[in-house]
């Protein structure tokens, strides 16, 4: 009976290696349950898995659990864990001139946006970030929703800021000067301490795209969203690049592909439920406040020229120029 059983285990523990991965892969996010970077994120596992004929292993960590945007941006460039799905403000630390993406009111259009952060110009960027970091953007195209201002109070524009503590993404400093010039007060709180920050009264409103507002829960915390229309960007898809230069290239590729892939994903489900958010928000109470838009934008372009320094004029042009193709 003895032997029965250790051979026994020996044909389990012989099943097991078998079906083991040769590489295993975290993946961290902050976005909760149900957000379509965790959906997307999903994707990018059921398509790495089944590619690689379960060679590579996907485990996906959503909802802030291995940390905010900052930590993982570090956890990756460290290799701690090997892949992170973070947005571009975060990345403003490691590369200054990154920072030029984060500005509001930059983009022409999300086609303007996309032509940069996906072209030529993106691809420098990221290069030098890769060089700097040793991190590697692998994928540019998880766009986000446009970014309002959910508070307790309707603000229209800049001088019914004055009071109004908002938070703004940890680590970016640029949103600090931003949202002064703004008029309104800023506080830095990484996302997983949002929530809490507007519940608690550390701040008073919270500027967010209207799919992290549902999916966050701060429609409970507001009543109100001012369409300031600040800012749209994008995600991107981060992987330690000596874990990435570790596989053999057939899997590289796997890994690439499924990153832009799942990225299209995420984008179908951003940009086509916008429509169906507001209404979502409208029914639980939400009023939708317009503002002056026009009074924000000049609000903040003394903060271009001050910041042009940062990023360059040079690399400011080529932007630019590249939204009136």
Known sequence: MRLLKFVLLLVLLGTTAAFAADYNVRLGLIAEA??????????????????????????????????GEVELQDQVALGTIQMANIGTPVMGAKLRKLDIFNMYYLWNSRQHMVDVTTGPIGQELWEEYRKATGASVIAANWQQGTRQTITKKPVTSPAEFAGVKIRVTAGVPLYIDLWRAMGASPVP?????????????????????????INGGFYKLGKYIDLTQHYFYTNVMLVNDRFLQSLPEDLQQVVRDAAMEAGKYNT????????????????????????????????????????MDVWGQDLYERIRDAGQN
């Open 268 to 307: 179908e489900l951003v940009l086509g439920g916008e429509s169906e958010l507001r209404s979502q928000l409208e029914a639980e109470g939400i009023i939708f406040v317009e503002t002056d838009v026009a009074a924000f934008q000049k609000s903040v372009e003394p903060v271009f020229e001050s910041s």
């Open 34 to 67: 149900g957000h379509p970077v965790t959906k997307a994120a999903m994707k990018f596992k059921e398509l790495v898995e089944e590619r690689s004929n379960g060679r590579i292993s996907v485990q996906v960590f959503p909802g802030g659990q291995l940390g």
């Open 189 to 213: 709180l990484g996302f997983p301490d949002a929530y809490s920050g507007m519940q608690t009264g550390v701040v008073d409103a919270v500027e967010l795209p209207l799919d992290w507002m």
